[in-house]
């Protein structure tokens, strides 16, 4: 069992940037990013592999966010710049064992609490 604990969630103001950070208790591969906002469909924002040598990006955040991971830390990051109001949403991280990109929600297989993110304009 692989426990996640995102953290860097917060009240920014459009144009500016956050950090999350999601720790895993243990070895992970793959791993995604989600967002859901309020009364809405939980979406994938980004995915990397275990090298990171391949990432994916909705085309909401393309250019705009960056995931990365540390894996001697066993965490991911996602570096979000230029952030919009739109961007406001509950952040999940998620981690799966195999090393593929994966974009849907059911391919991964353990999911981290949230972290609020809010974007005022």
């Known amino acids: 069992q692989v426990q996640l604990v995102e953290s860097g969630g917060g009240f920014v103001q459009a144009g500016d940037s956050l950090r999350l950070s999601c720790a895993a208790s243990?070895?992970?591969?793959?791993m995604g990013w989600f967002r859901q906002a309020q009364g809405k469909e939980r979406e994938i924002v980004a995915a990397?592999?275990?090298?990171?040598?391949?990432?994916y990006y909705a085309d909401s955040v393309k250019g705009r966010f960056t995931i990365s991971r540390d894996n001697a830390k066993n965490t991911v990051y996602l570096q979000m710049n230029s952030l919009k109001p739109e961007d406001t949403a509950v952040y999940y991280c998620?981690?799966?064992?195999?090393?593929?990109?994966?974009?849907?929600?059911?391919?991964?297989?353990?999911w981290g609490q949230g972290t609020q993110v809010t974007v005022s304009s």
């Open positions: 990397i592999n275990w090298s990171g040598r391949s990432t």
């Open positions: 243990g070895r992970t591969f793959g």
């Open positions: 998620a981690a799966r064992l195999t090393n593929l990109i994966a974009v849907k929600d059911y391919e991964y297989e353990y």
